[in-house]
């Protein structure tokens, strides 16, 4: 029989591996729109598609006892005629327990199942701020995490940096 800990992590005879959601929480949420009211008029006046740019990164912080915040950060600008219409950026953040994986497979966690775990709230979230913005509704379309992942780890491996998403 296996003994739960403070934290929420299962201890007993067998070692095994162990993922637990703790929480998901927003950490930081911010909307701007520099250009309003004016740039509502020229939303009807375009002559070019807006520019919608999706910055997307993440950070893992160990809090010891196999704990784990992970926070998952998406910042989303979009420009009309090359000026600022808004910018909207999250921080959506988990505490998970990680315990009893070897370090790859807890990178890997860590690198790419938590982020997918956070995305849809996160997105959610751009959602609503861009709406509540008054402008047009704009839904992220879905991000596969274990790519970007894979594609991180072939360049840390290659001596070169961790990718940043743009759309």
Do not use: W
């Not at 520019?51 to 990164?57: A, D, G």
């Not at 790859?104 to 995305?119: E, H, K, T, V």
């Not at 790519?147 to 070169?160: D, I, N, P, V």
Request: some cysteine.
């Amino acid at each position: 029989m296996a003994d739960i800990t403070a934290n929420g992590l299962a201890t007993g005879s067998a070692n095994q591996p162990q993922l637990v959601l703790q929480k998901i929480y927003v950490k930081d949420v911010s909307f701007e729109a520099p250009n309003a009211p004016q740039i509502f008029q020229e939303i009807g006046e375009i002559t070019e598609a807006p520019q919608v740019q999706l910055n997307l990164s993440q950070r893992a912080t160990g809090l010891g006892n196999d704990m784990y915040e992970v926070v998952l950060t998406l910042t989303l600008t979009c420009t009309i005629n090359e000026r600022t219409a808004y910018l909207a950026e999250v921080h959506q953040a988990g505490l998970f327990g990680i315990a009893g994986f070897t370090e790859a497979d807890q990178a890997g966690i860590i690198g790419s199942y938590c982020p997918n775990l956070l995305f849809p709230y996160a997105r959610q979230i751009i959602s609503s701020l861009v709406q509540e913005g008054g402008f047009p509704p704009f839904l992220l379309q879905p991000i596969n995490f274990e790519a970007l992942y894979a594609e991180q780890q072939r360049r840390s491996g290659a001596g070169g940096e961790a990718p940043t998403l743009n759309s």
